[in-house]
């Protein structure tokens, strides 16, 4: 039986990387899906392969920060795919910078993306969970949340917030049957992983105990957990497949 049927989903960042995985797998477990991303061509990329796997799939372009799209974008999923029922707040980018030298564009393009953006796209979706008394809200925080990184405070600094506005929001929306869930992966073998000069990613190799990135297929499951059945009693939880770089 598959584990996500009659449920839609979407995810945002679904264009590429993680995200596309784990669309692909949330259809191959019964649900329907909306990928959300600002590049509308990858997220197409994504839907004509989920329909090849018969699931209903629409794509979506937003870019996940500005208010007006995001608005527009799921009024769009509600009226073409219906009520979202998972939720899956996964669009990112990746800069570096030491905060000596940190342009304040950097810095608020960085929270923008990933603090906004979360908050924006999970107000959205909310209010139908909250009256169907059904949700599952995923964000994707990172393994440097706990740890921080050199050159990577203002990625740090959003990822980590992501985890405190995950458990508020848990304690608000339990009661209706709504969970939310972070997980904060290692490094992961993506477009986003391979922009970041090579010498700091080989830094951060040679800091993990298994000296590798992970696969989107040792991510994405994680998210199938805290989307299924199975999943029902994470609350306010970040789970974290890193290799060993954070044991928590
Ligand atoms: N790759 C890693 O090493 C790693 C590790 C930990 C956490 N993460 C997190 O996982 C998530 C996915 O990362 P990835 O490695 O798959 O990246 P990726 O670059 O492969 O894919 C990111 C996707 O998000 C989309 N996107 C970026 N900004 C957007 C915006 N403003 N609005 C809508 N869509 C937008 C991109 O178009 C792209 O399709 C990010 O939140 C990232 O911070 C990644």
């Known amino acids: 039986?598959?584990?996500?049927?009659?449920?839609?989903?979407?995810?945002?960042?679904?264009?590429?990387?993680?995200?596309?995985a784990i669309a692909l797998l949330f259809a191959r477990e019964g649900a329907n899906i909306a990928v959300v991303d600002r590049d509308v061509s990858a997220a197409e990329a994504t839907t004509a392969d989920i329909r090849a796997l018969g699931r209903s799939a629409i794509a979506v372009r937003v870019d996940v920060g500005h208010e007006n799209e995001v608005a527009e974008g799921f009024h769009s999923v509600a009226r073409e795919l219906g009520d979202v029922d998972i939720l899956v707040n996964n669009a990112g980018i990746d800069t570096t910078s030491r905060v000596v030298d940190m342009p304040t564009?950097?810095?608020?393009?960085?929270?923008?993306?990933?603090?906004r953006g979360v908050f924006l796209c999970t107000r959205a979706v909310l209010p139908g969970m909250l009256r169907r008394r059904r949700g599952r809200i995923i964000n994707m925080s990172s393994q440097l949340a706990h740890k921080g990184a050199a050159e990577m405070a203002h990625y740090a600094a959003a990822k980590a917030a992501i985890i405190g506005f995950t458990r508020s929001l848990a304690y608000e929306v339990a009661e209706h049957n709504v969970t939310v869930n972070a997980i904060a992966p290692g490094p992961v073998d993506t477009d986003l992983f391979r922009k970041i000069?090579?010498?700091?990613?080989?830094?951060?190799?040679?800091?993990i105990p298994m000296h590798r990135p992970a696969t989107v297929d040792e991510i994405a499951p994680t998210a199938l957990l805290l989307a299924s059945e199975e999943g029902g009693y994470y609350l306010g939880a970040t789970l974290n497949p890193n290799g060993g770089d954070v044991m928590v």
């Open 1 to 20: 039986m598959a584990k996500l049927a009659g449920n839609n989903a979407a995810i945002t960042g679904g264009g590429r990387g993680i995200g596309r």
């Open 197 to 207: 000069p090579e010498d700091w990613r080989k830094r951060k190799l040679a800091e």
């Open 105 to 115: 564009e950097m810095w608020d393009e960085m929270i923008r993306i990933h603090l």
